[in-house]
């Protein structure tokens, strides 16, 4: 049988934090639109699986854990631009524990879709720019854990860079991470295993270029037993936070070819939303849905392919 796409569902209502750019009503949007334009079943969508102690003390610190734990107001916790409040906080690991079941649903399945998750700016011992905690690596290291998963590749593609995901997994020869992202842009830049920092307003056809020949280099090297693809849609040309002047079309392409390169080699994809800050959040979850449409179409294609006559 071929690849299918199953989706996770964690805190998509529970997060609710006012008005704040970071914009929680894209994941209700997103959902919505699964179920009602793209006719996802709701065999396919799947609740959040618990969140363990244990499953934070794989990539966070005991000092970090107990500021959480507490709610408590500490230069670790304060540096997340979020509200410092328990319901928040717990919104967090509901959006971890999908991450898990994401990551499970991608072994299982071919594609693993978090409507929600991709929080790469959080460190082992603080948070940062609306990340908590770093639900991508906390479901990567429970499943290496559980399964004894082996290579691990992140492709970011969200406009700024992964500097969390760099961080945790600096020195870790089993996990490649790779960050495409707007050079002159938040965050304080960390060491990737390959950073492409690109300059204001690249453009489709460049980036696109661009990202093509980064995945080649990254092939000759690193053969992945799953992709951890950090698919924001920040570098939309109407984005508030970005400034890579991409279109609609232009992203759907990166999304197409980032997720047909490796679900067409049988590797396990999981898709997590990440960033997307367009004035309405309409257009962020259009955009978001996209990348559902996307991993959609790669599964039909190779789900044919793989059960017709060869
Ligand atoms: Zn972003």
Redesign the pocket.
Known sequence: MGPEVHYAVGAVDALDIGHHVFPTEKYGLVRDGLIHRLGVAASRIHSAHEIEDEDLERVHTPAYLRDLAAARRTWATESSEMPVEAEVIAAFRQMAGASKTTVELAARWGIGFHVGGGF??AFPDHAE?FCYLHDMAIAVEWWRAEEGLDRVLFVDV???QGNGTAVIYAGDSETFTYSI?QQRN?PQKQRSDLDRGLEDGIGDGDYLEILSQDLDAIDAIFQPDLVCYVA?V?PHRDDI??GLGLSSEGLLRRDRLVLDRFGRRGIPIAVFL????APQPQLTAELHLQTARAAEEIAMQYGQLRSGPS
């Open positions: 790469h700016h720019g969200d406009v700024h992202h938040y924001g920040d936070l970005g990440a960033g997307g800050y």
